[in-house]
């Protein structure tokens, strides 16, 4: 598998990990949830050359997904 497919698969899973994360309905339930999300976003990171870089985008990734998914649940709430 090249780095760019296997970078790509890894960018989907933490973004569907950040999402289930954001979907818990109490803040600490969240906040536990998301802990091992970032704990696997390094450990992911360390398959690549430049793994500080890629852990960084990798993080970045959960925290976008995890607000995005927040955002649309509180709509929701709203609607």
Same mark, same amino acid.
Do not use: H, Q
């Given at each position: *598998? +090249?780095?760019? /497919?296997?970078? *790509? %698969? %890894?960018?989907?899973?933490? @973004?569907?990990? =950040?999402? +289930? !994360?954001? +979907?818990?309905?109490?803040?600490?339930?969240? @906040?536990?949830?998301? +802990?091992?999300?970032?704990? @696997?976003?390094?450990?992911?990171?360390? /398959?690549?050359?430049?793994?500080?870089?890629?852990? !960084?985008?990798?993080?970045? $990734? =959960?925290?976008?997904?995890?607000?995005?998914?927040?955002?649309?649940?509180? $709509?929701?709430?709203? !609607?």
């Amino acid at each position: *598998m +090249s780095l760019t /497919k296997r970078y *790509m %698969d %890894d960018l989907a899973v933490v @973004a569907l990990w =950040a999402a +289930s !994360a954001a +979907s818990w309905e109490r803040p600490a339930v969240r @906040a536990e949830a998301l +802990s091992p999300v970032f704990i @696997a976003c390094g450990e992911l990171a360390a /398959k690549y050359p430049g793994p500080n870089l890629v852990a !960084a985008l990798l993080v970045r $990734e =959960a925290v976008l997904s995890y607000a995005n998914t927040r955002v649309a649940l509180r $709509e929701t709430e709203v !609607a």
